[in-house]
C-alpha cells in the first residue's frame, strides 16, 4: 500500500512538472517567436524612417512650398511593414521641422516666418503590433514599436564629380549673403563675346541683373571688362567637347572652395545648342522664372525633374595665382587648379544655385549673353539645389 501510493506521489509530481516545463516552453517559444517579429517590424520602419528623413530634407528650400514639398516626399517612401504586408496609415507616421537637430523645438507645420531657417526634419513611424504567443504567458496582447530618424542639411565645402557645370559667376560682393546677387536676378554665366569697354553697355549685351548693379569700378560689370578680353565665363577646359560634356553631365573633379580655376579662352557659341539640350532634359521646359518652376507641382511634388537648376562656382573676379600643377598643363586634378592657365585664374569663393531661365538659348548669338536667375545656396543631390539657412553649399545627411 505504501509503494502504491509512493508511486502514485511521484506520477503526480511528473505531471505537474511536465506542465510547468511544457508551459514554460511554449513561454519562451512565444518571446523568441514574437520578440522576433518585433525586431523585423522595427527594422522594417527604421528602413522606412530613415529614407523618409533624408528624402524630406532635399526638399526643403527655405519656402512654404519646400515644407508641403518634404512632407509628400516623406509619406510617398515605400512604408510596407509586418513582413511587408501593411502599409503605414497617415496617423502611425510624423513628419516635423526645426533649425537644428538638437535643443530645437519641432513643428508638425512651421510658421512662414520660421520657414527659412527648417534644415532639419525628423520622421517617426508608430505602429501596434499584435502578439500571438506571448499573451499565453502575458495578458498583454500588442506591442508599441517606433522608429525615429532625423536628416538635416550640414555645411559642406567640397562638390563631387559631375554636379557644377563649366560656369563661373562674378560676386557683386563677395563678402555680403548671397554673394551679393539678389534672388530672382539674373546674371551671366557667360557674357557676350563685346559689351564695350566703358560706359552702359549696349542694350541686349548683359544680364539684367548685372545691369542692375552698374559698371563702375566694383560692379559684375566692371570686373568681366577688367579680365583678359577674351575670357568670357567658361573654365576647365579650351575643348568645347569637354565643355560640352560638362554642361551635360557636370565637372567629372570635385571641386573645392578655395580652390583654383583656369579660366577658358573665346566664346565657344557653338555651346547654345548643349545649353538647349539641357533645358529640353528636363520635364518642365516652359516656366520662364524659378518661382513659376517651384509653383508648377502635381500632389505636392514639382513637374521640373531639377536639371534646370544648376550649380556653379562663384568667383570674387579678382585674377588668382597660377592654376599650372606638375606635368599637367591643365592642373587637372591637382589641388592647385582645374583648368588652363594661359588666359587668367580665379579662386572658387563658394557656390550657388541658378536656373536655366532661357528657354530657347540656342536663339542667342555672340552678342548676347547665357544668362540665369539667382536661386541661392546648393544643396548636393536635392531636387531643387536650394535650401535653407546660410551656408553656400549644404550635404544632406542623417543626423540621429
Same mark, same amino acid.
Given at each position: 500500500?505504501?509503494?502504491?501510493?509512493?508511486?502514485?506521489?511521484?506520477?503526480?509530481?511528473? /505531471?505537474?512538472?511536465?506542465?510547468?516545463?511544457?508551459?514554460? @516552453?511554449?513561454?519562451?517559444?512565444?518571446? =523568441?517567436?514574437? @520578440?522576433?517579429?518585433?525586431?523585423?517590424?522595427?527594422? *522594417?520602419?527604421?528602413?522606412?524612417?530613415?529614407?523618409?528623413?533624408?528624402?524630406?530634407? @532635399?526638399?526643403?528650400?527655405?519656402?512654404?512650398?519646400?515644407?508641403?514639398?518634404?512632407?509628400?516626399?516623406?509619406?510617398?517612401?515605400?512604408?510596407?511593414?509586418?513582413?511587408?504586408?501593411?502599409?503605414?496609415?497617415?496617423?502611425?507616421?510624423?513628419? *516635423?521641422? =526645426?533649425?537644428?537637430?538638437?535643443?530645437?523645438?519641432?513643428?508638425?507645420?512651421?510658421?512662414?516666418?520660421?520657414?527659412?531657417?527648417?534644415?532639419?526634419?525628423? +520622421?517617426?513611424?508608430?505602429?501596434?503590433?499584435?502578439?500571438?504567443?506571448?499573451?499565453?504567458?502575458?495578458?498583454?496582447?500588442?506591442?508599441? +514599436?517606433? =522608429?525615429?530618424?532625423? =536628416?538635416?542639411?550640414? #555645411?559642406?565645402?567640397?562638390?563631387?564629380?559631375?554636379?557644377?557645370? %563649366?560656369?563661373? %559667376?562674378?560676386?557683386? &560682393?563677395?563678402?555680403?549673403?548671397?554673394?551679393?546677387?539678389?534672388?530672382?536676378?539674373?546674371?551671366?554665366?557667360?557674357?557676350?563675346?563685346?559689351?564695350?569697354?566703358?560706359?552702359?553697355?549696349?542694350?541686349?549685351?548683359?544680364?539684367?541683373?548685372?545691369?542692375? @548693379?552698374?559698371?563702375?569700378?566694383?560692379?559684375?560689370?566692371?570686373?568681366?571688362?577688367?579680365?583678359?578680353?577674351?575670357?568670357?565665363?567658361?573654365?576647365?577646359?579650351?575643348?568645347?567637347?569637354?565643355?560640352?560634356?560638362?554642361?551635360?553631365?557636370?565637372?567629372?573633379?570635385?571641386?573645392?572652395?578655395?580652390?583654383?580655376?583656369?579660366?577658358?579662352?573665346?566664346?565657344?557659341?557653338?555651346?547654345?545648342?548643349?545649353?538647349?539640350?539641357?533645358?529640353?532634359?528636363?520635364?518642365? #521646359?516652359?516656366?520662364?522664372?524659378?518661382?513659376?518652376?517651384?509653383?508648377?507641382?502635381?500632389?505636392?511634388?514639382?513637374?521640373?525633374?531639377?536639371?534646370?537648376?544648376?550649380?556653379?562656382?562663384?568667383? &570674387?573676379?579678382? +585674377?588668382?595665382?597660377?592654376?599650372?600643377?606638375?606635368?599637367?598643363?591643365?592642373?587637372?586634378?591637382?589641388?592647385?587648379?582645374?583648368? %588652363? &592657365?594661359?588666359? *587668367?585664374?580665379?579662386?572658387?569663393?563658394?557656390?550657388?544655385?541658378?536656373? /536655366?531661365?532661357?528657354?530657347?538659348?540656342?536663339?542667342?548669338?555672340?552678342?548676347? %549673353?547665357?544668362?540665369?536667375?539667382?536661386?541661392?545656396?546648393?544643396?548636393?543631390?536635392? &531636387?531643387?539645389?536650394?535650401?535653407?539657412?546660410?551656408? #553656400?553649399? #549644404?550635404? +544632406?545627411?542623417?543626423?540621429?
Amino acid at each position: 500500500m505504501h509503494r502504491l501510493l509512493m508511486k502514485k506521489r511521484k506520477k503526480g509530481f511528473v /505531471m505537474i512538472a511536465a506542465a510547468f516545463a511544457v508551459t514554460s @516552453l511554449a513561454g519562451i517559444t512565444g518571446l =523568441a517567436v514574437d @520578440l522576433g517579429r518585433v525586431y523585423i517590424v522595427k527594422n *522594417e520602419l527604421q528602413t522606412y524612417s530613415d529614407a523618409a528623413a533624408l528624402a524630406a530634407a @532635399l526638399e526643403l528650400n527655405g519656402k512654404d512650398t519646400g515644407i508641403a514639398a518634404a512632407q509628400t516626399a516623406a509619406r510617398e517612401m515605400p512604408d510596407q511593414w509586418n513582413f511587408s504586408s501593411q502599409s503605414l496609415t497617415s496617423d502611425q507616421v510624423t513628419v *516635423e521641422f =526645426a533649425s537644428a537637430p538638437t535643443g530645437a523645438t519641432w513643428y508638425a507645420t512651421p510658421a512662414s516666418g520660421d520657414v527659412a531657417s527648417m534644415t532639419n526634419v525628423r +520622421v517617426t513611424a508608430s505602429v501596434q503590433m499584435k502578439l500571438y504567443l506571448i499573451p499565453a504567458v502575458k495578458a498583454d496582447s500588442y506591442s508599441n +514599436v517606433r =522608429a525615429r530618424s532625423t =536628416a538635416g542639411k550640414v #555645411t559642406a565645402t567640397e562638390i563631387g564629380a559631375g554636379n557644377v557645370l %563649366p560656369f563661373s %559667376p562674378i560676386a557683386p &560682393n563677395a563678402a555680403a549673403a548671397d554673394f551679393g546677387f539678389a534672388k530672382g536676378g539674373s546674371y551671366a554665366l557667360r557674357w557676350a563675346s563685346n559689351f564695350g569697354d566703358s560706359g552702359a553697355p549696349a542694350s541686349g549685351s548683359v544680364c539684367s541683373g548685372d545691369r542692375a @548693379l552698374g559698371w563702375d569700378t566694383g560692379s559684375t560689370i566692371a570686373a568681366a571688362r577688367a579680365g583678359a578680353s577674351s575670357t568670357r565665363g567658361y573654365w576647365g577646359s579650351e575643348s568645347s567637347n569637354d565643355i560640352d560634356e560638362w554642361i551635360t553631365h557636370g565637372y567629372d573633379h570635385p571641386l573645392t572652395i578655395g580652390c583654383i580655376i583656369g579660366m577658358a579662352d573665346g566664346i565657344k557659341n557653338g555651346r547654345k545648342e548643349t545649353m538647349e539640350d539641357r533645358v529640353t532634359s528636363d520635364t518642365d #521646359t516652359t516656366s520662364a522664372t524659378f518661382a513659376t518652376y517651384e509653383a508648377n507641382r502635381a500632389n505636392g511634388s514639382r513637374r521640373g525633374n531639377g536639371r534646370r537648376v544648376i550649380a556653379v562656382p562663384i568667383n &570674387n573676379g579678382t +585674377v588668382a595665382a597660377s592654376a599650372t600643377s606638375g606635368s599637367d598643363p591643365n592642373g587637372n586634378g591637382h589641388t592647385s587648379g582645374h583648368g %588652363p &592657365n594661359s588666359l *587668367e585664374s580665379r579662386t572658387v569663393i563658394g557656390f550657388a544655385a541658378f536656373f /536655366m531661365s532661357d528657354t530657347s538659348y540656342d536663339d542667342t548669338v555672340g552678342n548676347e %549673353p547665357f544668362c540665369a536667375e539667382y536661386v541661392g545656396s546648393y544643396t548636393v543631390g536635392a &531636387n531643387a539645389h536650394s535650401g535653407g539657412g546660410t551656408d #553656400t553649399i #549644404t550635404k +544632406v545627411r542623417l543626423v540621429r
